[in-house]
């Protein structure tokens, strides 16, 4: 059990470098992960779907080795860096170049029929049903059509039709009408005479029979007369039909034309098609189909879909009132390729009156989901698009106090932000940074890994408690890191312009910086050290042989538990140099950061 212990105590950090994928194979997401696909909306979020491996271009493995040393977790780094997909046309496959022209070939087809703006409409009426306020049903209309039959249709529109058509069609009409007067007049005399015979012959079998006949005969004769004047009903059928064509061709022309100019669609505040910008995005849907066309436009139709019913043009404008969510989900600088830096922080979630607002019913998950989508599309907003550009984010997922698996409210918004991500933003994670992760954690993710591609992997980078602070400043400037994993970005002189210089002290080891100084100024500096538990102290040495060292800070052990940041400042008189200490004691190499400027000063 010690030795179960000791090693989940120790950290691991595993980047698994970017592989081409192919075909789909479907385990679920984790519900842990917030990439673009995927996250908790403080959660990490994925992009791809799993694929079955197809042959590597790129063995690109970062493993770190853990190993114990005198109670101490080191690690042993076998370092090779990721690299992120070119998002250069010129970079690209044969294969994938060819992929890319067909998929836009397909969005400009869509665009020239505005198939795009009609993903949100109901399907047009049919062509006969648009016409119901001209046509009036013709006798064949109200049968059952037989099957591949076309129905006929007979326009009442006697300006368009002969006089001399008309004419006929009116007299045959009242020729029909008098047959059919004097077929009833032969049927009710029939009947009278059947009535006489009845009363003078006692053979009630015979006069029955005679009615019989008598009826049959004028039936016929009435059916007869009613096919002669539906014959003569259709006979300008032909020149009915020849009309409703003509109709039926005009506005097929008046469709066409309309239709001419393509309709206008953008995604992310970009243009589909108008420059080279557009290119990038059609890649990323793309390369999460494994440069599959048909599949890459499906997921295109759908996204665009889903941001019209979602309304995110005016999300984006529009206040939720989550400004509790704040220290959630931030973003905050960029790591050291450009990209923006998000962070999810889950232990915020330990505060249950946040929770409550956040979790406890449909309607509050709901809002909390649009919120996290409001700060991941402003975000992006932000994005280079432009070939070569920054056109993806990294994620920095906090599991410091995690409220776990536990949380079932947590674990369902999780799974409907995954997703949200997997299915609408493709390809935006550059990478996926957990730290202070717990032990369960290493446990669930080692259970997963299997069922992720090697490409999802390479994303990925667990990092323990203790070496969290370190993991970041591999991937992010010191500068660019809030005070709290182990920067010095804050509030104050310094900005994330002014640069951090990073040293290591190895164990044992005392290590000084010498700051020059030519000119009265006033010198200031802010350093931290990753853990302290070392001695601090800074002095001013001058140049001159009969002016004395000047202490600015004394020599003494800084503990772990005081503040992180120490700032100082020095009013320079004379020239000569800065010189400050730091003296490690530990067993362990520390790692010191410091920055500092100056301000020109009157005597």
């Known amino acids: 059990m010690a030795e179960v212990a000791q090693n989940m105590s120790q950290e691991q950090v595993v980047v698994v470098t970017d592989v081409p994928q192919a075909e789909t194979i479907a385990p679920a997401p984790p519900t842990m992960p917030v990439v673009e696909k995927e996250m908790p909306v403080p959660v990490p979020e994925t992009e791809e779907e799993p694929m079955k491996p197809k042959q590597v271009e790129e063995a690109v493995v970062e493993t770190e080795v853990l190993k114990a040393s005198g109670g101490d977790d080191e690690k042993t780094p076998q370092l090779v860096s990721f690299k992120e997909e070119s998002t250069k046309v010129a970079d690209l496959l044969e294969s994938e170049k060819k992929a890319l022209r067909e998929f836009k070939q397909l969005v400009q087809e869509a665009l020239n029929k505005h198939e795009f703006s009609a993903l949100t409409t109901p399907p047009a009426p049919a062509k006969e049903e648009e016409k119901n306020d001209a046509v009036v049903e013709s006798e064949e209309e109200k049968k059952p059509a037989q099957e591949g039959e076309t129905p006929v249709v007979v326009i009442e529109d ?61 039936s016929s004769s009435v059916a007869s007369q009613e096919e002669t004047s539906a014959q003569a009903t259709k006979e300008p059928e032909g020149e009915t039909k020849a009309i409703s064509a003509l109709d039926e061709e005009a506005k097929e022309v008046m469709s066409e034309t309309m239709e001419v100019t393509p309709e206008e ?37 759908n996204t665009i879909r889903w941001r019209k019913e979602l309304g995110i043009d005016e ?11 704040g220290k959630a989900v931030f973003m905050h600088g960029l790591d050291k390729d450009g990209h923006p830096v998000c962070y999810n922080v889950f232990g915020e979630f330990q505060n249950k009156e946040l929770y409550k607002n956040s979790f406890s019913n449909e309607e509050k998950r709901q809002r909390f989901l649009r919120w996290r989508i409001q700060i991941l599309e402003r975000s992006i907003r932000k994005l280079d698009f432009s070939p070569g550009g920054v056109s993806t984010i990294v994620q920095v997922n906090d599991l ?26 493709p390809e935006f994670l550059a990478k996926q940074i957990f730290i202070n992760v717990p032990w369960w954690y290493l446990t669930v993710n080692r259970m997963i890994s299997p069922f992720l591609t090697q490409r999802t992997r390479s994303k990925f980078v667990f990092a323990g408690p203790s070496k969290s602070a370190e993991t970041l400043t591999r991937y992010i400037a010191a500068e660019q890191i809030p005070v709290k994993y182990g920067g010095l970005s804050k509030d104050g002189e310094f900005g994330t312009a002014d640069a951090v210089t990073e040293i290591t002290v190895k164990p044992s080891a005392k290590h000084t910086v010498e700051i020059p100084v030519t000119e009265t100024c006033l010198l200031t500096w802010e350093m931290r050290v990753m853990g302290w538990d070392v001695h601090y102290g800074a002095e001013f040495v001058p140049s001159s042989e009969d002016s004395y060292t000047v202490i600015i800070q004394k020599a003494r052990k800084v503990a772990a538990t005081e503040e992180p940041v120490i700032s100082n400042s020095f009013r320079v008189g004379e020239p000569g140099k800065v010189v400050l200490t730091i003296d490690n004691t530990t067993s362990k190499k520390k790692k010191f950061l410091y920055r500092l400027k100056t301000k020109p000063c009157s005597d």
């Open 400 to 425: 410091k106090n995690s409220p776990g698996p536990a949380k079932k409210e947590l674990r369902q918004a999780t799974r409907q932000a995954l997703q949200l991500l997997q299915d609408n933003y």
């Open 315 to 325: 999300l984006l404008e529009q206040d939720l009132g989550c400004d509790d969510l």
């Open 158 to 218: 006697k300006e368009n039709v002969e006089p001399q058509v008309v004419a006929e069609k009116e007299e045959k009409k009242e020729l029909a009408e008098t047959e059919v007067l004097v077929n009833h007049e032969k049927v009710a005399a029939a009947a009278s005479d059947a009535t006489a015979e009845t009363a003078v012959d006692d053979d009630g079998a015979k006069t029955v029979e005679a009615i019989e006949e008598t009826i049959v005969a004028v």
């Open 265 to 301: 669609v953008s995604i992310w505040g970009i243009p589909l098609l108008a420059d080279d910008r557009s290119d990038v995005i059609l890649l990323k849907f793309l390369r999460a189909r494994d440069f599959k066309v048909k599949d890459a436009f499906t997921m295109l139709k």
